[in-house]
């Protein structure tokens, strides 16, 4: 008899519109690692006793999205610097007894800005909207790019000031209101709402959108999110889908996990390229 796979998932709530199983199954093929990865629809009521009987079953890791991030990072027993700084966690190992913690969507959405889209960060001026759980996993890795500032701006002004002020040691960074945002474009505009979700935008100023402005949807969808539309029609340099975060943040776990980094570039051209919905 062969061997059980060893046994992944993503555990959120909702969480049917997840690419993750897609995603990982491409990259176990890709590198011939023996892996089965499932969705989990988790209430948070359950989330706690959930992720426990998952580890304790023999579960190798869990990658954790909206609305456990802050949850994941808390019941964790040891946990990395990023997801410690982050106060936030998408990723879980269980080894030995113990939930380790890591946030790897800093990573992949810098490594999606400044690999696969040649973006140069340092000195720039970056304007984050939203003070989120995702907000929260990339100011400390945006800031690791040097850039002049970065702006938190929130709908819920102080929910974004006291994330910028948690990073404050790490680099210039201070938290606003959205209708409070100092005029001037930016370089970069990293939409961390969920607004998309919502079919809406946040209401930043028309101003904050230059020739040269870079625009980033967290988001993803198989037609243009309203935001990518919004940042369009205001003329940007450029307006981009969170596809290659999503792919870039999943092989850092997956790399966390076993070990072997996969390529994520066929993945995130299939994606792009409007890959058959994954089977359910
Ligand atoms: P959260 O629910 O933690 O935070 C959502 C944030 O969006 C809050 O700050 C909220 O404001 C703000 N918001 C919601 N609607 C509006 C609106 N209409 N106008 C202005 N602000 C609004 O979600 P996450 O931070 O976890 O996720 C945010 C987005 O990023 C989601 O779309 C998610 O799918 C995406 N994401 C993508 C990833 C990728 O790999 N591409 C990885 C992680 C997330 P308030 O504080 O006032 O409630």
Redesign the pocket.
């Known amino acids: 008899m062969s061997e059980p796979l060893d046994l992944y998932g993503v555990v959120g709530h909702p969480v049917a519109h997840s690419w993750s199983p897609f995603i990982h199954s491409m990259f176990a093929r890709q590198t011939g690692e023996r892996l089965t990865y499932r969705l989990y629809d988790v209430p948070p009521e359950r989330f706690r006793s959930h992720v426990l009987e998952f580890a304790s079953s023999g579960g190798r890791g869990l990658n954790v ?3 456990h ?1 802050l949850a994941a990072a808390q019941l964790a027993g040891e946990s990395s610097e990023r997801a410690r700084v982050a106060g936030a966690a ?1 990723t879980l190992t269980f080894t030995g007894g113990l939930v380790i913690a890591d946030n790897t ?1 800093g990573v ?2 810098v490594r999606d800005l400044t690999v696969n889209l040649g973006l140069v960060l340092e000195n720039r001026r970056i304007l984050i ?9 990339v100011v400390g890795p945006l800031l690791g790019q040097s850039p002049v500032e970065i702006i938190v701006a ?3 002004a102080e ?2 000031r006291a994330l910028a002020q948690q990073f404050e040691s790490l680099g210039p960074v201070r938290g606003c209101a ?1 209708e409070e945002i100092s005029l001037g474009s930016f370089d970069l505009i990293v ?8 079919g ?4 930043l100023p028309e101003t904050a959108v230059g020739p040269v402005t870079t625009c980033y949807d ?3 969808s198989r037609t243009e999110t309203p935001f990518v539309r919004w940042a369009q029609e205001r003329g940007c340099a450029r307006a981009v889908q ?2 290659g ?2 792919v870039e ?1 999943a092989a850092e776990s997956f790399q966390i996990w076993r070990g072997v980094r996969p390529d994520t570039i066929p993945v995130l051209t299939l994606l792009e390229r409007g890959a058959p919905l994954p089977p359910r």
């Open positions: 999205t909206v609305p991030k998408n969507d992949g959405l909207a939203g003070a989120g759980g995702a907000a929260r996993g929130g709908r819920t929910r974004a959205l939409n961390a709402t969920s607004a998309s979700l919502a809406e935008v946040p209401e967290m988001a993803y969170g596809w975060m999503l943040q």
